[in-house]
């Protein structure tokens, strides 16, 4: 079954301090990999997918098939970032369901 | 453009009774799914659909059903509500297979 693994369950980092969110999946197949954001007291909202490839609000994130990964890195936290990340996988060729991790809560100090 | 709206944004229920969460989205999109949002737990799929009369079981179905009869609405019932269902939902809608999902605000509803 696939599985999709946060290990972190809070982040804390320093403005300015590189960032860097784990997720790693199991999942036998070719997956889709995004990256969900919830700001506090705001709905979830789509942060990153691997076959994109962008670059959203300074943040990157590259698929790693050898190490079943999609970490989420940003070089220069800002407050501005302090939320809940989530990491979901959806099967190719599926109904497109999202499996999400439990989620990483970023809080960056000033 | 209102996207996916859900209704109402928050609920107290006692055990026992039933009420449906609404939701609606104004994007033509085919996909909807219903999540519950536990701490810790991440989130959770309970149902979803993949077009008007099309509905199936996600993760966590029991406790709940679904109905698919318009493609703009896909309404969660809870038959009888237990403490066990006191959750954040959120409704994701989304327009074809493996594409992004548009969340909703969530509906916060507590079973006492």
């Known amino acids: 079954a696939q599985r999709v693994t946060q290990p972190e369950k809070l982040l804390s980092v320093f403005k300015g301090a590189p960032v860097e969110l784990k997720c790693n999946y199991s999942y036998s197949g070719s997956p889709e990999l995004f990256w969900y954001v919830q700001y506090s007291r705001q709905r979830l909202q789509l942060l990153l997918r691997h076959i994109s490839r962008e670059s959203i609000k300074g943040f990157t994130a590259d698929l790693n098939k050898g190490e079943t990964s999609f970490h989420l890195k940003k070089p220069f936290a800002q407050e501005e970032d302090s939320a809940m990340y989530y990491c979901a996988l959806s099967e190719r060729g599926s109904q497109g369901n999202l499996i999400f991790g439990k989620g990483t809560k970023l809080s960056v100090k000033p | 453009n209102a996207g996916v709206t859900q209704t109402p944004k928050f609920q107290v229920l006692k055990t026992g009774q039933s009420m449906t969460l609404q939701c609606a989205q104004d994007m033509n999109h085919e996909y909807m799914s219903w999540y519950r949002q536990d701490p810790g737990m991440g989130l959770r799929l309970i149902h979803y659909?993949?077009?008007?009369?099309?509905?199936d079981q996600g993760e966590v179905p029991n406790g709940y059903n679904v109905s698919r009869s318009t493609t703009e609405d896909f309404p969660l019932r809870l038959l009888s509500a237990a403490p066990s269902q006191t959750s954040v939902y959120f409704c994701a809608s989304s327009s074809k297979l493996n594409q992004p999902q548009h969340f909703g605000d969530g509906t916060r509803l507590s079973i006492l």
């Open positions: 659909s993949v077009g008007a009369g099309i509905t």
